[in-house]
C-alpha cells in the first residue's frame, strides 16, 4: 500500500477507488519529475558543463561537447528515475523496467558511438592521424560494441540469459559472415595499409578501374574516400588497395621534388657540324661557353695526337649543334632556381624515330604543386622552342592542311 493510498483510506475513501486516485496521483507525479529532471539536467547542467569545457585549456572535451556525448547521457536521467519508480505500476513492474533498460540500452549504444567520434577527432588533431588513422579500428569497436549491447537488448526484452542468446549465433555465423563481408575484408585491408604503410590521408592515389585520381580524404573500415582534381568524391573499397593494383604519388613529396620528363622532337635534317661562325656565336652565350672552350682542347688534344686530316669534318672530333644544344639545356636548367640540384639533371637522345630525334628533359621541379608544376614546365619548354632555331636546329612537326596549301600555292 503507498503512501497517497494510505492517505485516501484514511479519508474514508472506497479501497478500489483510493486505488486508482493514488496510481493516477503518482504517475502524474511521476512524469513531472521527469519533465524537470530532464529540464534541469539540459538547461542547466549541460549549460555548466558546456561552459567550463570550453573555458579550460583542455582540447579534448570540446570535442565531447561537441559530439554531444553529454548530451546523450543526460538522456537516461528520466528513464533511471522511472526505473526507480517502477513499483508504483504494481503488477507491471517487471516489464515497465524491461523497457525502461531496453531504451537506456539503445541510448548508451548512441553514448558509445559519441565518445568513439570524439576520440577519433581527438586523434585527428595529431599529425600521426594521417600516417596511422583509426577511424577503421574504431568503427570495428561500434560494431562489436553494437552487437554487445544488442545482445544484452535482445535478453533484457525476452527475458532469457545473453549466454544462451551467444550460443544460438554460432548457427547465425555464416550468415553474419556474408552480411559482414565487406567491413570484414575492409578490416582486414585495413590493418595490412596501415602496417604496411602503403596509404595515407593526405597522399594522392591513382587507380584508373575506379576511376580515382586525388587525394585521400577519409580511411574507413570498409572504403576509402578520394577526391578527384575536379572535386568529385570517389568511395573505393578498402580491400581494392590490396586486390587491384594503384599508385601513389606520396614519393613525389618524400622526394621533394616533381619529376619533369618531356621530350622536344628535333628534324634530323638539321643536325650539322658546327662552323666556324656557329662556334663564335655560342661562345657569346653564358651557358655555353665554358662547354664550347672545353670541347674544343678536347677535341684539338684529340685530332692532333692522331694527325687527323682536318680537310674534311669526318675526319677528327668536332662540335656538333645537336651537342651543343643538349648541353645549353642542362646548363639553362642547373641555372633555374626551381629546379631541384640534389636530383639529377639531364639532356638526353632517345632512340630516334619516323617522328625525328627525341631530346628529353630529364629533372625534378622543387615545387610538388600541379598549378606551380606545370608552370616550371611551360617556362622551360617556351624557351627552349624559343631558342632551338639559333642552333640552326629544327622541331620536327607532321605537316598541317595549312602547311598544304601553301605547298599548292607554290606549285
Not at 73 to 81: E, G, K, R, T, Y
Not at 158 to 163: A, K, L, R, Y
Not at 187 to 197: D, E, K, M, Y
Amino acid at each position: 500500500m503507498g503512501f497517497v493510498e494510505k492517505i485516501l483510506l484514511d479519508k474514508g475513501i472506497s479501497k478500489v477507488i483510493a486505488g486508482y486516485l493514488s496510481f493516477s496521483i503518482e504517475l502524474v507525479l511521476l512524469i513531472i519529475i521527469c519533465l524537470l529532471a530532464n529540464f534541469i539536467t539540459k538547461r542547466v547542467v549541460l549549460n555548466i558543463i558546456s561552459k567550463t569545457v570550453y573555458k579550460n585549456n583542455i582540447k579534448w572535451d570540446d570535442f565531447l561537447v561537441e559530439r554531444k556525448v553529454f548530451h546523450r547521457i543526460s538522456n537516461i536521467v528520466p528513464f533511471a528515475i522511472i526505473y526507480m519508480s517502477a513499483p508504483i505500476f504494481g503488477s507491471f513492474k517487471e516489464a515497465i523496467q524491461r523497457i525502461v533498460q531496453a531504451i537506456i540500452l539503445v541510448i548508451s549504444i548512441l553514448v558509445v558511438s559519441a565518445i568513439l567520434n570524439a576520440i577519433d577527432d581527438v586523434y585527428k588533431t595529431y599529425p600521426i592521424s594521417k600516417i596511422r588513422p583509426i577511424t577503421g579500428t574504431l568503427q570495428i569497436v561500434k560494431i562489436l560494441s553494437w552487437i554487445l549491447i544488442g545482445i544484452a537488448l535482445a535478453a533484457t526484452l525476452s527475458g532469457t540469459n545473453p549466454i544462451a542468446i551467444l550460443s544460438g549465433i554460432g548457427v547465425l555465423s555464416a550468415l553474419i559472415t556474408i552480411m559482414f563481408k565487406d567491413p570484414i575484408l575492409g578490416f582486414v585491408a585495413g590493418i595490412q595499409l596501415t602496417t604496411n604503410n602503403m596509404i595515407q590521408i593526405g597522399d594522392w592515389v591513382e587507380m584508373t578501374k575506379y576511376g580515382a585520381n586525388g587525394h585521400v580524404v577519409e580511411i574507413h573500415l570498409s572504403t576509402i574516400k578520394i577526391r578527384n582534381f575536379d572535386q568529385t568524391i570517389i568511395s573505393v573499397p578498402a580491400y581494392a588497395f590490396l586486390s587491384d593494383s594503384f599508385k601513389n604519388w606520396r614519393g613525389i613529396s618524400e622526394a621533394g621534388g616533381r619529376r619533369i620528363m618531356r621530350s622536344i622532337l628535333i628534324d634530323i635534317s638539321s643536325i650539322r657540324f658546327c662552323s666556324e661562325e656557329m662556334i663564335e656565336n655560342f661562345k657569346k652565350i653564358n651557358y655555353l661557353k665554358d662547354y664550347i672552350i672545353a670541347k674544343e682542347e678536347e677535341f684539338k688534344k684529340y685530332n692532333n695526337k692522331d694527325k687527323h686530316n682536318m680537310n674534311s669534318l669526318m675526319n677528327g672530333k668536332h662540335l656538333t649543334n645537336i651537342a651543343c644544344f643538349r648541353a645549353y639545356i642542362e646548363e639553362y636548367l642547373k641555372s633555374d632556381p626551381r629546379i631541384s640540384k640534389e636530383h639529377t639533371i639531364m639532356a638526353r637522345q632517345l632512340a630516334p624515330n619516323e617522328n625525328g630525334l627525341p631530346i628529353e628533359i630529364y629533372a625534378f621541379a622543387t615545387d610538388i604543386d600541379l598549378k606551380k608544376y606545370e608552370e616550371i614546365q611551360f617556362d622551360i619548354f617556351d624557351h627552349l622552342f624559343a631558342v632551338v632555331n639559333e642552333f640552326q636546329l629544327r622541331i620536327f612537326q607532321n605537316p598541317s592542311g595549312y602547311d598544304i596549301k601553301q605547298i599548292g600555292k607554290i606549285l
